[in-house]
């Protein structure tokens, strides 16, 4: 029967070929003389009926007038699967590489996977395409064994793609996920972990915990015992049937099929005998259609054929022996490449087309239900529906879940009752010892014992703070209770690999990770950073803050040099030395001008000191009432240093308030890129904490490489050792969490924090994998936030509105300005005081000296013309009276007493008080001053040749000159004239060096009794009050002997005279 079979079978294939070849004859004669290109198309095929239907379809698709090229027909070339995979092998060479084919179809059975795996071997070593209908096993996917494979169905680890759209369609977002240790597990473990996290926002699926095991094993009772006591009810199982079996069978027995559980599983799976009813599984739609695969393969090869007909000129002729050489390479991936890009829209399939590894994408699923007697019931499918999008429709209300209940589990289980870990850190967590319970009973208090893992003994603690607070109000929103604990070993936690290559943790992230013996929740200043969020979930950010140094405080700079912070020194010392040479400058250029000898003489060039004092005046903005210079080049100068002094006057004025209110203590660096941290130097210590976020943030940043290697030798255990080894100065900088820093920076004056924040991140709550409390403390987290309830707890616990250093470098001062800040200029001020008292004392002393050194000046000691003006040039105060007797006192500058009026009085005066002759002469004096005539022509001519005296009045007797004297004082002694002081500062001269000791002297005899002024008479008691009693001398000096005159002699005359 079997050889009949075969020969109608051998038959029907011949009469393909000539059919075959008529038709190509056709095309040919049709289209002239050209002849037509032959594509052999290999099938590697499991049966004859599969052999008939190749033929058949291959020969439909050659008339199709759309799948093949115009001068190209398609043969095929059959071989039948049997024996061996080597026999397979040595098939394949001998009846198809040997035919010349493009391209080979295999269609065998699902469990045929080691026999395809020897065609495509053969095959992949000349490049020549090779599209399976059947094998589904991920190590075909794999291009570097497998180099030109592809598949018209979809590898199993493309399940997981019909997992997360089902789950995302029942609103489950955590799932426990068990598979075996083959590739095909890890496979789908990968793609699934893959999708999740790509589309965590849009599809919110996370894994909560997973579960591997190995093929074949005998019991999954310690297993699934973790699984049940998960919070997480949603169980995926991807297991062969003979492992699915197993799983139910131990399921079973631990009551993991009742109501709580959901159990979602694949294909394999699904057929296992055991299967809990209440399950969702997954079936592939035309998985065993092999004919439509048969189809839908042909199809794409024939396609691909036909560009690569059209895009080349010429197509190398595939290998005709597995002797030789592979020299058809290039032929092959191009036409592997061609067959990768076709997709079919209306494949019998569904919609056909390939991904980059071969592999069948828009593979469309049935949603299954194990009802009643584990009977399989559609209620869903999964769907291609436009573009590449898939869509997946389910009916909930046919679905029989576990247990036999119509009601859609939770998928997950909320513990009413939470043990909470945390530790202690200023300011978040305080906690002290108690002897009892009762002392810890206020109303922010928790007790939190604290149990020691060497000696593992408990010691009852107290705990309050910024955290401890935050937990009394998620309880009190949530409804949940709780047990509060330290953490043993007092630390964050950093991980290390074990013997398995895999991450082991330590502190509270080990807590969390230890399953159901560890932790449900952790509510500590626990940095949220990428490591730890493998490991455990976590809260939205209940507090943001970055990474900030922390030093001890440097000495502040005096109040005093605070006024002298606007200006580099460099600068004040170019502006004191401009300023003198501003003042040299006026007085060279004032000397130098003709300008004083063109007006006449009649006033001086500036001294020395008046220019001094005019570019002190005009930098300080004091005001000029005087020595201002008056030649046209020392006003051109003075207006370009008052422009001067504007500009410096301004900027410093401006710069001394950003000082003032912006001033900030010296620091030792400027922050995290400080040259001494980046090239780190051995007298430079900084470190963090041993194995916190910022000790992963260093070692996660390659640029700060150099900086970790060097502190990883520094760090310390704690933070609390790290910030009292700064206050003692064993350490230079303490890099850490800003919220810590410049809360103890706030409390420790000597402590400041540096530079700018960087790593920024946020503090949240740490829960388990998975955890169901994960969604619902974030949604409070954030709920607090908007209420204002976090920025609470930041003003009670972190920014302390009545912190130690706020007054002297908080906020208050860089607002308002007090003693401190200006108290330099205060100290300038009594600065100032003191030196004007100590001159004057030196003043003091230099004028009794100097009065001392005149009383013991010889008699008759004389001083030349030169001298006499050498020295009233010098005289402090001396001006020159002008040429114009009838105006004496208009040249002085600064004059305020004197006019022509008075001028004229004082002329009238003199002349009613001058003896004369009869012809109106004015008369010699006395005759008793006669023997001393030498000494008067003496004086005379020094009085001539006096730079204070007019010139008209220079041809006048002594007499004369002493009656100008006496009229002037009496003029003037009542007032503030600049004039007496001059006019008498020679007449004291004059009575000094004279030898006269009575004034009466000075007249003639007729002259003695009355003056021609009534209101002068010498005669009687006024007069001689006036003339004798107020310059009268004690006694009279002998011409050879200095004259001794005392003080009493003068102290009737005015200050001013007394003075000099």
Not at 371 to 395: P, W
Not at 452 to 464: A, D, G, P, R
């Amino acid at each position: 029967m079997s050889q009949h079979l075969q020969g109608r079978s051998v038959g029907r294939g011949v009469l393909t070929l000539i059919l075959t070849a008529l038709a190509a004859a056709m095309i040919g004669h049709s289209d002239g003389a050209v002849n037509s290109r032959r594509f052999n198309i290999g099938g590697v095929l499991h049966s004859n009926q599969t052999r008939h239907f190749f033929s058949k379809t291959l020969l439909r698709i050659n008339f199709d007038g759309e799948s093949v090229a115009e001068e190209t027909t398609l043969y095929e070339v059959m071989v039948t699967m049997r024996g061996s995979p080597i026999t397979t092998a040595l098939l394949v060479c001998d009846s198809l590489i040997t035919k010349g084919v493009y391209a080979v179809v295999i269609a065998g059975s699902p469990g045929e996977s080691v026999t395809t795996a020897a065609v495509s071997y053969t095959t992949g070593f000349f490049h020549i395409p090779v599209i399976c209908t059947s094998s589904r096993d991920s190590a075909f996917s794999d291009k570097n064994i497998h180099v030109s494979f592809l598949r018209t169905v979809p590898p199993y680890s493309h399940q997981a793609d019909v997992w997360l759209a089902l789950l995302k369609h029942l609103k489950y977002r955590q799932a426990i996920l068990i598979h075996s240790s083959d590739s095909d597990g890890r496979a789908l473990h990968t793609r699934f972990q893959n999708l999740a996290r790509g589309g965590e926002e849009d599809t919110g699926i996370k894994v909560a915990s997973v579960v591997e095991f190995r093929p074949g094993s005998e019991s999954f009772v310690k297993e699934l015992t973790a699984v049940r006591d998960q919070l997480v009810k949603v169980i995926l199982v991807y297991a062969s049937r003979e492992d699915a079996e197993t799983i139910f069978h131990d399921a079973d027995y631990l009551n993991m099929t009742d109501g709580d559980f959901v159990w979602i599983v694949t294909e394999q799976a699904l057929d296992s005998a055991l299967v809990p009813i209440g399950t969702l599984g997954l079936q592939l739609r035309y998985a065993h259609d092999v004919q439509a695969h048969v189809n839908d393969a042909l199809r794409v090869v024939a396609l691909a054929l036909k560009r690569l007909h059209e895009d080349e000129e010429f197509i190398q002729e595939p290998p005709m022996s597995c002797d030789e050489e592979d020299f058809w390479g290039d032929t092959g991936r191009t036409l592997f490449r061609m067959i990768r890009e076709q997709v079919l829209t209306d494949g019998k399939t569904g919609r056909v087309a390939f991904d980059e590894h071969g592999d069948r994408t828009h593979a469309e699923y049935s949603i299954v239900n194990v009802q009643e007697r584990r009977m399989l019931a559609t209620v869903g499918d999964f769907l291609h529906q436009t573009g590449d999008a898939m869509n997946l429709s389910l009916n909930l209300s046919s679905i029989v879940w576990p247990g036999g209940s119509h009601a859609q589990p939770r998928g997950y289980s909320m513990p009413t009752h939470l043990r909470v870990m945390t530790i202690q850190e200023t300011p978040f967590v305080y906690a002290e010892p108690v002897t009892d319970t009762q002392m810890c009973l206020a109303e922010d208090e928790v007790l939190c014992p604290f149990t020691n893992i060497s000696t593992q003994e408990t010691k009852l603690m107290c705990c309050w703070g910024y955290c401890i607070d935050l937990l009394l109000e998620l309880s009190r929103i949530n409804n949940f209770s709780y047990t509060l604990e330290l953490s043993p070993d007092g630390q964050y936690g950093e991980y290390d690999y074990n013997d398995e290559g895999k991450k082991e943790w330590s502190g509270l992230i080990g807590e969390l990770t230890r399953g159901v013996e560890g932790v449900d929740l952790v509510l500590a200043p626990l940095t949220i950073n990428p490591e730890r969020s493998q490991a455990i979930d976590f809260s939205k950010p209940f507090k943001y803050h970055g990474i900030t140094i922390l030093i001890k405080r440097g000495p502040k700079g005096t109040a005093l040099v605070s006024i002298l912070q606007p200006f580099r020194d460099t600068l004040w010392l170019l502006l004191l030395a401009t300023v003198h040479v501003i003042a040299l400058l006026v007085w060279i250029l004032d000397h130098l001008s003709p300008m004083y000898k063109m007006v006449g003489g009649d006033t001086d060039s500036l001294s020395i000191s008046e220019s001094l004092w005019f570019s002190w005046a005009v930098i300080l903005n004091s005001g000029l009432t005087e020595g201002t210079p008056r030649c046209l080049s020392g006003r051109v100068l003075g207006i370009v240093w008052a422009g001067f002094a504007m500009i410096m006057v301004a900027s410093y004025t401006a710069n001394l308030a950003a000082f003032l209110v912006l001033e900030s203590p010296i620091s030792d660096i400027s922050g995290i890129n400080d040259a001494r941290l980046r090239n780190p130097v051995e007298n430079f210590t900084f470190a963090t904490v041993k194995g916190s976020a910022v000790d992963m943030f260093f070692r996660r940043k390659t640029e700060l490489a150099n900086m970790y290697r060097v502190m990883e030798a520094h760090n310390y255990d704690t933070a609390d050792q790290a910030i009292q080894a700064v206050r003692d100065g064993n350490l230079h900088a303490f890099i850490w969490e800003s919220s810590r820093l410049e809360y103890e920076a706030s409390q420790d004056c000597d402590l400041v924090t540096v530079g700018e924040l960087f790593g920024r991140s946020g503090f949240g709550v740490g829960l388990r994998k998975g955890s169901p409390w994960s969604e619902k403390i974030t949604i409070d987290i954030l709920e607090l936030h908007e209420r204002g309830f976090m920025e609470k707890l930041d003003r009670s616990w972190i920014w302390n509105d009545h912190s130690p250093c706020q007054d002297l470098f908080g906020e208050d001062f860089s607002k308002r300005l007090g003693l401190k800040n200006l108290e330099g200029i205060f100290l300038m001020v009594a600065g100032g005081i003191f030196t004007g008292i100590v001159l004057v004392f030196i003043e003091i002393l230099y004028d009794r000296c100097k009065n001392k050194h005149g009383q013991a000046a010889p008699q008759n000691h004389r001083r030349g013309n030169n001298g006499d003006q050498h020295v009233a040039e010098n005289r402090p105060g001396s001006k020159d009276l002008p040429p114009s007797s009838s105006n004496i006192s208009s040249g002085h500058r600064g004059s305020t007493t004197s006019d022509s009026k008075s001028n004229n009085v004082m002329r009238n005066e003199y002349e009613r008080h001058t003896p004369s002759d009869e012809n109106g002469e004015m008369t010699s004096l006395s005759p008793h001053l006669s023997g001393n005539q030498e000494f008067f022509q003496d004086v005379e001519e020094r009085l001539k040749n006096s730079p204070n005296i007019p010139e008209e009045w220079k041809t006048r007797t002594a007499l004369e000159w002493f009656q100008f004297y006496l009229d002037t004082l009496k003029m003037d002694a009542a007032g503030d004239s600049s004039e007496a002081v001059v006019i008498l500062e020679d007449f004291v001269e004059f009575v000094k060096e004279s030898g006269i000791t009575d004034l009466k002297d000075l007249y003639p005899e007729e002259m003695s009794g009355k003056t021609s002024d009534p209101e002068i008479d010498v005669g009687d008691a006024e007069g001689i009050s006036y003339y004798g009693e107020r310059w009268k001398f004690p006694e009279k000096v002998s011409s050879d002997t200095s004259p001794k005159y005392k003080k009493t002699s003068f102290e009737q005359l005015p200050d001013v005279v007394d003075t000099l």
